[in-house]
Structure formats: structure tokens, C-alpha cells
């Protein structure tokens, strides 16, 4: 069974931090590149971040230098370590396998206040 819990989220200004995490079953974790979604009001969900099992990572464009993830695979952790925080950034945030499979989790939102 695939669970997903993730927290971290919240309410900062513009320019301010946050860290995500993501705490993943075994099952999905440990066989998966894991990836960091989010899905703003009115918009598709899209897939942020990526990191393979190896510890590759991807980004997408307009978050790229900004935002970096990681992954503990002792504790079946992935984190979102999200800098230099903009208005557009304003999301409910991920994660699942890269390309996902099973049900989502419950997300955490974040709230970046001009």
C-alpha cells in the first residue's frame, strides 16, 4: 500500500524559506524516483522536482537555483528545501513516485504573501 504523508508547509513572504517533507511508505520509496508536485488554484498539477534513487536531481525551470531536493533513504524521507520564495510559488505541494502511481496524499499547503 502507498502512503504519503506530507508536511512542512505554510504562510511566509516573499523571499522567505520553507522545508518540505515527504514521508513515504518502504514500498514506493526505496524501488522509486520520487518527485515534488504542486497544484495551484485553477491550474494543472506539475511536477517541480525530481531525484532519482541515485540522488540525480531535476528541477523544473522556474524554480531551478531557488528550491532544492533531497532524499533520506534511511528514513523514506524526500525534502523540498524551497528558497527565495515568490507569489507563484503559492501551492498545495506533492509528492509521489516520479511518475506517480497510487492515491495521493493530503499535501501541505504553501502561501507566499507579497
Known amino acids: 500500500q502507498v502512503q504519503l504523508v506530507e508536511s512542512g508547509g505554510g504562510l511566509v513572504q516573499v523571499g522567505g524559506s520553507l522545508r518540505l517533507s515527504c514521508a513515504a511508505s518502504?514500498?514506493?520509496?526505496?524501488?522509486?524516483?520520487m518527485g515534488w508536485f504542486r497544484q495551484a488554484p485553477g491550474k494543472q498539477r506539475e511536477l517541480v522536482a525530481g531525484?532519482?534513487?541515485?540522488?540525480?536531481?531535476d528541477y523544473t525551470d522556474s524554480v531551478k537555483g531557488r528550491f532544492t531536493i533531497s532524499r533520506d533513504n534511511a528514513k523514506n524521507t524526500v525534502y523540498l528545501q524551497m528558497n527565495s520564495l515568490k507569489p507563484e510559488d503559492t501551492a498545495v505541494y506533492y509528492c509521489?513516485?516520479?511518475?506517480?502511481?497510487?492515491?495521493w496524499g493530503q499535501g501541505t499547503q504553501v502561501t507566499v504573501s507579497s
Open positions: 509521489n513516485a516520479r511518475v506517480p502511481i497510487g492515491s
Open positions: 518502504r514500498s514506493i520509496f526505496r524501488y522509486k524516483d
Open positions: 531525484i532519482s534513487r541515485g540522488g540525480f536531481t
